[in-house]
């Protein structure tokens, strides 16, 4: 076969992956520039001026409702390596754990940011802040054929990767939130990159199985829904991260994990993974109540299985109130390359969303 699109037709080239079972598309190519001093303000641009690529890239017949996505950018700090920012099927996240520990293989391996062996590191600009992350050069896979890093088709495969977080910290423990199916609700509020409520499965009487992701979705929702209209939410230093992100559900884990949990974020998209900056956020609420130390592992279980494990590496001040530094790790891999395009006729070119 020897087609290819018409020129004029947005030709968007992307690397596809999962963590731990939750799906990121990273846009490498074709995606207009975004203006703007710092990430928030190429945030606010792409969704002023650009929201229509993203529910085509988002959303079916190109996606699907719990679609995930990157878009990268030039850095806007000295030091910083790549900007990036994150989307979904409501819009743009402030900022992704899974969607840096996934960066942290594509990144390197496609050739887009340069790895130092002794020192692996890739410094990213996202929306909430820098966050660091450290791929785990596996010299021992298949697919290294020596030990030195420079020789030809000798690239250390990279599957788990780490990452230092912004600062987290715990909002409220103990709310309550009086909802129409559930009755009274309690919850906590943490901030580990977006502002997520925490709550017990059992609060809503749901398992957090596969089975049951339509019903935590419908729950999700309604919490989120209850508790930004009751809560006033403040971030030090910007307006736009000043939002109820999702929801987390919790439970105990099936497996080695310490818990399980189930994240509802955006319009009722469930993560298939454990959630990078809700497991950061747990590490905070944890912190606040003096169950854990720093340096000890907070292992969270997804609603597939997968695992993130949480440390926390310090403790700060962080304007005017107690933070944690986290470092959470997990696996990803590459599923696929992708060129999306679409078709100016096509009634269907900025997609649709069915939940």
């Known amino acids: ?42 945030r606010r641009y792409a969704q002023q001026h650009h929201d229509d690529l993203r529910r085509a890239i988002m959303f079916e017949p190109r996606g699907h409702a719990d679609m995930y996505g990157a878009l990268l950018t030039d850095p806007v700090t000295d030091d910083g390596d790549i900007g990036v920012l994150f989307t979904h099927n409501a819009g743009h996240s402030t900022m992704c754990g899974h969607g840096v520990i996934a960066l942290g293989v594509v990144l390197p391996t496609i050739g887009a940011v340069e790895l130092d062996p002794e020192e692996p590191t890739i410094r990213m600009d996202t929306p909430a802040g820098r ?8 010299r021992g896979s298949p697919a290294t ?21 912004v600062p987290a910290y715990a909002v409220a423990l103990d709310e309550t939130i009086e909802t129409e199916t559930f009755g009274t609700v309690r919850y906590d509020l943490g901030f580990g990159g977006a502002f997520y409520a925490y709550c017990d499965a059992a ?114 001040e962080h304007h005017g109130r107690e933070a944690v530094i986290p470092e959470i790790e997990g696996e990803a891999y590459i599923t696929g390359t992708n060129t999306i395009t679409v078709d100016p006729q096509d009634p269907f070119g900025e997609g649709f969303f069915i939940r």
């Open 145 to 165: 054929e020596s030990n030195d890093p420079a020789a030809e088709g000798n690239s250390p495969a990279i599957r788990r990767v780490a990452f230092e977080n």
């Open 1 to 42: 076969m020897d087609w290819s699109p018409p020129d004029e037709w947005p030709h968007i080239r992307t690397i596809e992956s999962h963590t731990g079972g939750e799906p990121l598309r990273v846009v490498i190519d074709g995606f207009p520039d975004l203006p703007g001093e710092t990430i928030l303000e190429k």
């Open 131 to 138: 966050v660091t992350a450290y791929p785990r050069l596996d």
């Open 203 to 316: 609060e809503v009487g749901l398992p957090l199985e596969p089975d049951s992701a339509s019903a935590l979705a419908a729950a999700g929702r309604e919490l989120k829904a209850a508790i930004a209209e009751e809560t006033s939410l403040e971030h030090p230093t910007d307006e736009d991260m000043e939002f109820l992100y999702g929801v987390i559900f919790t439970g105990e884990s099936e497996g080695d994990a310490d818990i399980r949990n189930v994240c509802v974020f955006a319009d009722g998209e469930v993560d298939r993974s454990p959630t990078g900056t809700g497991v950061s956020g747990h590490l905070a609420l944890r912190q606040a109540r003096g169950e854990i130390a720093p340096g000890e592992s907070f292992a969270v279980e997804s609603i597939v299985g997968s695992v993130f494990t949480g440390r926390v590496t310090g403790v700060c």
